[in-house]
């Protein structure tokens, strides 16, 4: 099994900054494949940013250069550095992360972080 828990959201002005965190712990040697999603109040959830195990990112469209997503080996950690953030950016955001084996591929969720931007 493979827990994730998300950390770092909270409230920012629009045009500011915030840092989440995901740690990873378990089985979490076959995980290739990490990423972040968010899910505002009535709506579906999307996906945000991906990272490979070998350091290749996929964004949004809607992120526009404005987040970065990057990974600690070393702490079994994925992160999204999130910048110029806007209203619509309000969301919970959700760490996933996708195991790869040779019979079978698991997908993990955490429990989401809420961002809230409000002047």
């Known amino acids: 099994q493979v827990q994730l828990v998300e950390s770092g959201g909270g409230l920012v002005q629009p045009g500011g900054s915030l840092r989440l965190s995901c740690a990873a712990s378990?089985?979490?040697?076959?995980?290739?494949?990490m990423g972040w999603y968010r899910q505002a109040p009535g709506k579906q959830r999307e996906l945000v940013a991906t990272?490979?195990?070998?350091?290749?990112?996929e964004y949004a469209d809607f992120v526009k250069g404005r987040f970065t997503i990057s990974r600690n080996n070393a702490k079994n950690t994925v992160y999204l550095q999130m910048n110029s953030l806007k209203p619509e950016d309000t969301a919970v955001y959700y760490c996933h992360a996708r195991e790869r084996t040779r019979l079978d591929n698991r997908d993990y969720w955490g429990q989401g972080t809420q961002v809230t931007v409000s002047s």
């Open positions: 378990g089985s979490i040697f076959n995980i290739y494949v």
């Open positions: 990272i490979t195990s070998g350091v290749i990112t």
